[in-house]
């Protein structure tokens, strides 16, 4: 029985660590963006899902950013704050030019890139939002302090 204490304590603490990566993933440096997916549309509109590690107890900031033309600058929208480590992706669809941004297997909201208009989907109702802002530079480069 006291043989089994060690291996059975060792197992619990490699599981807590295994469960916490895969929520969190604190290896990336604070403040810096790091890409969750990013894609192109068939008119050249780019979007890109980035997620910035925070290191506070609200681990990881993610945005939408798009952007129309390589000198248009970067539209910023909000996606999730005191959120753990995202996987997730910007799904295509050309026949109605939008764009469906997920979170692992979830639709949280789309992106039509003919009308420029980014919606919520929650549990299917839509609600429209503005971008927040504006960034000229690339999203992914850390922030001047």
Partial sequence: MLRRAPFAIFAVVLIAAAVFCYLVMPFS??????????QKAPDGTEMLIAQTYTGTAE?????????NGEKSGWWWYYL????????GKIELHPENNTAVIRRGHMAIAQYNWVEGKFEWINGGLKTSTEAQGKVMGDPLSKPAK
């Fill in 29 to 38: 440096p604070v403040g810096q963006p790091m890409q969750v997916d990013r």
């Fill in 59 to 67: 681990p990881y900031v993610v945005s939408f950013f798009v952007r």
């Fill in 80 to 87: 999730d704050h005191q959120a753990f480590f995202w996987r």
